[in-house]
């Protein structure tokens, strides 16, 4: 029963960065005819709904607990909320090169917290295995720089958004014993539909609602607003929140680095975008490394 659950965290933890890999696609498409914070206010805005209409059905419930919960609060803040913000504005003043790179390290920072907060020590080969992850990512992003220039408050923005996600991942982890999936996904979406709302009208000021009437009434943005907040959140952020509960935060983190894999097959195969052999051969590493760090702990474990 143990195995079957631990595979079954593996593939939904796989899955959901998989469809975060394609979310890219549509966020360049929505980003074509949108601002920035529009987006994510609509994106989680209709996930959020989209889990309230899940719970009026009867299909999940929720404990009223999980609203007065500290920690899930706080796990919400961290993701999605502050980490689409720092990655947001990071991503606007990094390389592509550096930005994927320091993405990248999600899973090191993952591995150092769950050391001293989980007590899930990662075994020497689960590092070898992550570092030879990250090389991948790292070559893949710096073949595909775009010579943009990189500033140090960007760097900074970054490391912050890196910050938050290994937060998110130890804090599910760490609830999963006292909170399903739905709740947690429902706490982080309750605090990303008030917090993006809030800061889009801050930004925009009088262009709030103007720029959002002319958003959802574009059929590539609805196109593109379907898949980041019902695939990409709902369903996504579910099956993640429901893989931590079943293998450790180091594994779970360690799929993050399929991403940018993903996302390069998915421009050769829809954009029709060109990929190199190396480019493949990169793609493998990154994968090999994956592979590495949850087949390590599989060992480990028996």
């Known amino acids: 029963m143990a195995k079957r659950t631990?595979?079954?965290?593996?593939?939904?933890?796989?899955?959901?960065?998989?469809?975060?890999?394609?979310?890219?696609?549509?966020?360049?498409?929505a980003l074509s005819v949108s601002h920035p914070l529009?987006?994510?206010?609509?994106?989680?805005?209709v996930a959020f709904l989209m889990l309230n209409i899940l719970w009026a059905l009867g299909v999940f419930k929720i404990s009223p607990k999980a609203f007065?919960?500290?920690?899930?609060?706080?796990?919400?803040?961290?993701?999605?909320?502050?980490?689409f913000i720092f990655e947001l504005y990071g991503l606007s003043l990094v390389s592509s090169a550096l930005s994927?790179?320091?993405?990248?390290?999600?899973?090191?920072?993952?591995?150092?917290?769950?050391?001293?907060?989980?007590?899930?020590?990662?075994?020497?080969?689960?590092?070898?295995?992550?570092?030879?992850?990250?090389?991948?990512?790292?070559?893949?992003?710096i073949i595909s720089n775009d010579g943009e220039k990189t500033y140090t408050l960007g760097i900074l923005l970054l490391i912050g958004a890196v910050i938050c996600a290994a937060v998110f991942n130890i804090l599910s982890r760490k609830q999963s014993e006292s909170f399903s999936p739905f709740e947690r996904t429902y706490i982080m979406f309750l605090i990303g539909c008030i917090g993006f709302n809030l800061t889009?009208?801050?930004s925009l000021k009088q262009n709030y609602l103007?720029?959002?009437?002319?958003?959802?009434?574009?059929?590539?943005?609805?196109l593109s607003i379907i898949y980041l907040a019902i695939i990409s959140s709902v369903l996504a952020f579910l099956l993640y929140n429901f893989a931590t509960a079943n293998i450790t935060a180091i594994e779970?983190?360690?799929?993050?680095?399929?991403?940018?894999?993903?996302?390069?097959?998915?421009?050769?195969l829809i954009l029709k975008e060109k990929l190199t052999v190396s480019g493949f051969a990169l793609c493998g590493l990154i994968i090999l490394g994956v592979w590495g760090v949850n087949q390590f702990t599989k060992k480990q474990k028996k």
């Not at 529009?38 to 805005?45: D, G, M, N, S």
């Not at 779970?252 to 050769?268: D, K, R, Y």
């Open 38 to 45: 529009v987006i994510l206010a609509v994106r989680f805005t």
């Open 252 to 268: 779970a983190s360690s799929f993050s680095n399929i991403i940018p894999v993903v996302t390069v097959l998915a421009g050769v």
């Open 68 to 83: 007065k919960n500290p920690t899930l609060i706080l796990m919400g803040f961290a993701q999605p909320f502050l980490y």
């Open 6 to 29: 631990h595979l079954l965290g593996i593939i939904c933890a796989l899955l959901a960065n998989v469809i975060f890999g394609f979310s890219f696609i549509f966020s360049k498409t």
């Open 200 to 202: 889009a009208l801050i």
């Open 100 to 141: 994927g790179v320091i993405i990248a390290l999600v899973p090191v920072a993952v591995m150092l917290m769950s050391v001293f907060l989980l007590k899930e020590k990662p075994t020497a080969l689960q590092w070898l295995f992550t570092a030879i992850s990250i090389l991948g990512v790292s070559v893949i992003s």
């Open 210 to 222: 103007p720029l959002i009437i002319q958003s959802i009434t574009n059929g590539k943005f609805i």
